[in-house]
């Protein structure tokens, strides 16, 4: 009565292992990689830093408060030998012994405010523009670990179908071999057919190896944005849908790109805060003002005993207080510093220049890319159309050569190349169905719109 139910666990054990892994998906993956990725973990770092920098220069404007307490020890000893008269009036020769020993215990508390330091607001103004441009790096660098987790998936999908490919197109090459051999131990062709058969199955062969190691590298990119590896992947399914991008008109596209672009808005950004910071650096020609409140408490012990005249007297104590507040206010004018603000304000001068021209390079980088995307996904549908008839045809091609070599009509070399020709068309409509979606999301990257319900969007097509 026992065995059954440990048979019965031992059954669902068996059948637990013999299931096969779930695929994973592509919004599967992005989840890993989000949590996972170094680059993006970067960015948000950045982020951290430029807001830390942006609380730093502010602190400058807000009041600076502190305190101090100080404690003092001292012992104190005095010996000395000094004339004094006598009863007689003769001057004698007496020992003079003098201890102290005393306790101080200073409190301070000060606070300072600046009243006017222009070079301290620009600063906090640049730190603020530096925390935006940090800001949209970080959107940027979202958007990116979009596409370059969709960008290796797909590779892997990809050299997977083209694996796939050259594991066919090896035994195929293989049967048209023996076919060969059959022929020529029969009669029916030469031994050159043998040797071309021969040949084009060696670089078959070749061609899987170089494919399986294809898959494996790819696999191992994916690896490198997720931290962790994984199983089989969901495949993209038949049947595409080949729509053009909406809106329509490139132009709507480039306009969108200008206005929510990170990378651009990051630029821009980082040129306001090298704008502000050559007004800091120049500021510092001008006068600041600051005031101050400073309470000082001081309480004091002492304790003293000593021997004149050869009489002892002591101990006696002696106590005090003192406290001390001052109130000020300071003008610092600053005359003349050896050139340094000049040379700041210059250095600030070029790096604005930098950022200005970084910020066009990166205007026109957005616009070309843009419409590079766009053209992309519209000569994709076309390519993706054009591929899928290639197959077909090379199809029938190979139908046909084959058929027409078993009658003696066409040679083994006709038969080779249109197997060949098959395993290029076959690559080729893989590789342009999984470009075209990816096209869709570089296009909507470029325009700097690209979001997680994109990438949804793209897994909806997997199976």
Known sequence: MYKKPRLTALALAFAAVALPAAAEDLVQIYDQARQADPTFAIADAGRLVAEGGADAARAALLPQISASLEYLHSDGSTRSI?????????????????????????????????????????????????????????????????????????????????LAFAQANEKALARQLDQAEQRYQVGLSAITDV?????????????????????????????????????????L????????????????????????????????????????NVAAQRSGHLPTLSASLVRTDTPAWANGSGNSLGEAF?????????????????????????????????????????????EELTRRSVVAGTRNAYRAVIAGISEVEATKQAVV?????????????????????????????????????????????????????????????DLEAVNALLE
């Open 82 to 162: 000094t004339p004094e008269q006598d009863a007689a009036g003769n001057f004698v020769l007496l020992p003079d012994v003098r201890d102290s020993r005393s306790r101080e215990r200073q409190a301070q508390g000060q606070i300072s405010q600046s009243l006017f330091n222009w070079a301290n607001v620009e600063r906090w103004r640049s730190a603020r523009a530096t925390r935006e441009s940090a800001g949209s790096d970080y959107d940027a660098a979202a958007q990116d670990l979009i596409v370059r987790t969709a960008t290796a998936y797909f590779a892997v999908l990809t050299a997977e179908d083209q």
């Open 237 to 276: 399914r038949e049947q595409l849908p080949l729509e053009k991008p909406e809106p329509a008109e490139l132009e709507s596209w480039v306009d969108t790109a200008l206005k929510q672009s990170p990378q651009l808005a990051s630029r821009a950004h980082a040129l306001d805060a090298a704008r502000l």
């Open 393 to 453: 045809s090379a199809q029938s091609a190979l139908d046909a050569t084959q058929a027409g070599f078993e009658v003696g009509t066409r040679t083994i070399v006709d038969v080779l190349l249109s197997q060949q020709q098959l395993f290029q068309a076959q690559s080729q409509y893989s590789q342009a169905r999984h470009q075209f979606v990816l096209s869709g999301l570089q296009l909507r990257q470029a325009a700097g719109i690209v979001g997680a319900k």
């Open 195 to 235: 040797h071309e058969a021969r040949a084009n199955h060696d670089t078959a062969r070749a061609q899987v190896i170089t494919a399986q190691n294809n898959v494996d590298n790819l696999r191992e990119a994916i690896s490198q944005i997720t931290g962790k590896s994984f199983g089989e992947l969901k495949k």
């Open 314 to 358: 002591g101990p006696f104590h002696t106590n005090s207080l003192s406290g001390n507040t001052t109130i000020g206010v300071t003008l610092n004018v600053p005359i003349f510093t050896g050139g340094l603000v000049t040379a700041q304000t210059h250095q600030a001068i070029g790096q604005r220049e930098i950022a200005q021209d970084q």
